[in-house]
């Protein structure tokens, strides 16, 4: 039992060591690389932001930020409670008492599981969803509202059951070395699913027709040429049909990869959606998503080495209520099946599902870091290849007004939220920006006059 568990361990240490030296290396900690004639500007909401929209702003921060935090407390500490007491074992007892192959076993206890937390989640989401409604953000009636949350459960079952059939799968098969199966096949799912994501999951919930003919779709596309990255469509989503808020994206990687905007964008002036697109530009030609996603499979390889680690403490697994394989004891009832304790019941599925959580609760600021420095770069992208800052300013403070961002977050919002830089940041590297090329500066949009 020792080998394996170093073995595992050392892995680990290793997968970690190597994907905090390739972020430090290829985060862009300085997006915007180069002397800043008279100095960085200072971000300041107060400059191109009125005090209704300030006020506004931080009267929709305080509406969402209960739910939101609420939310995510209730979540982790009921995760924590099932998969670290005997709860969530005796749960998943009770979900699979009629199911004897462990597959179905499995699939079941991964249903009952995710059903049961996303159940939890439901007043927060409800309480959540009827701020956006307040604030005109929402556009759904509740029964769309309703089916997308179905539609979304649904996509977990898929996404869980078949990422933990494949771990007890190779669990019972590689009883002592399944960490190096796990891991790797962790990987390739983690890549299979963010290549898969925008041609099976993403028409599940819109629909995406490609830019109509047009000066718009032909400048987007000349933009592109011009930028050397080879877009052949511009997709557009009916996000309309849930949402005023604007957004536009880049998902998938190579045959998969599409720039989507939402149907929203399109009632902007033209040169704002360009000034969109070629921040998007800017995400394709670094290939943003393909990086980020090996980089977090990465991540993900180390944390189920991590897994096995606990998996076959006897401590933990007793105090989850699963019999490790050493006990003694022979359980009441049946036989049990001999490649079913310890690690392989599926009734440590519950602990799986909390050391998840654990490890995502741990990443999320860390991926939130590298990601707003990395959308910062897309925006400086956007900068050079539009050369047309005041537009881009325009733009930002069309983003933020319509969504109603956060315009000042705090300290905690940035860590746990913020995946982009703040309005008033992305406008002020704009000034840096035209400050660096000696163009003119971006005038305050409330500024006198205006
Ligand atoms: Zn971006």
Known sequence: ????????????????????????????????????????????????????????????????NPPAYAGLVVGVLLVLALG???LGSRFIGWATARVRRWPLRVAVAAVALTTLLRLA????????????????ISTQAWPEWLVDQLKSLAVTWVIYTIALLLLYGVVRRFPRYWWAGAAAGGFVLVVAVSFLYPVVVEPVFNKFHSLPQGRLRTDLLAMAERDGVPVEDVLVADASRRTTSLNAYVSGFGSTRRIVLYDTLLKSPPAR??????????????????????????????????????????????RAGVDPETSQEPAPGPVPDPKGTGAADPRSLALVLALVTVATQVGT??????????????????????????????????????????????????????????????????????????????????????
Not at 18 to 38: E, Q, S
Not at 124 to 131: A, Y
Not at 367 to 376: C, D, G, P
């Open 273 to 318: 959606v360009e000034s969109i697109v070629g921040h998007e530009l800017g995400h394709a030609k670094r290939n943003d998503v393909l990086w980020g996603t090996l980089v977090g499979a990465l991540g993900i390889a180390g944390a189920i080495c991590l897994l096995h680690l606990l998996m076959t403490s006897p401590r933990l697994l007793r």
């Open 1 to 64: 039992m020792r080998v394996p568990r170093l073995a595992a361990a050392v892995t680990a240490a290793v997968l970690f060591v190597t994907v905090g030296i390739v972020l430090a290396v290829t985060t862009p900690w300085n997006p915007l690389p180069g002397h800043v004639p008279g100095g960085h500007v200072e971000p300041d909401p107060g400059l191109d932001y009125s005090p209704s929209e300030i006020a506004r702003s931080r009267a929709f921060d305080s509406a969402v």
């Open 365 to 450: 600021p860390v991926q939130n870091l590298v990601s707003r420095r990395i959308e910062a770069r897309a925006d400086a992208h956007a900068l050079n290849l539009t050369r047309d800052p005041s537009t881009f300013v325009s733009m930002q403070h069309e983003l933020s007004v319509r969504n109603i961002s956060d315009l000042s977050p705090d300290a905690l919002e940035y860590l746990l939220w913020l995946t982009h830089p703040a309005g008033p940041d992305r406008i002020a590297m704009a000034r840096d920006w035209a400050r660096m090329h000696r163009a003119q500066a971006p005038p305050p949009l409330n500024g006198p006059g205006s």
């Open 121 to 136: 989640g439901l007043p927060f989401d409800i309480w959540n969803e009827s701020v956006l409604r307040r604030y005109g």
């Open 84 to 86: 670290f007491t005997p």
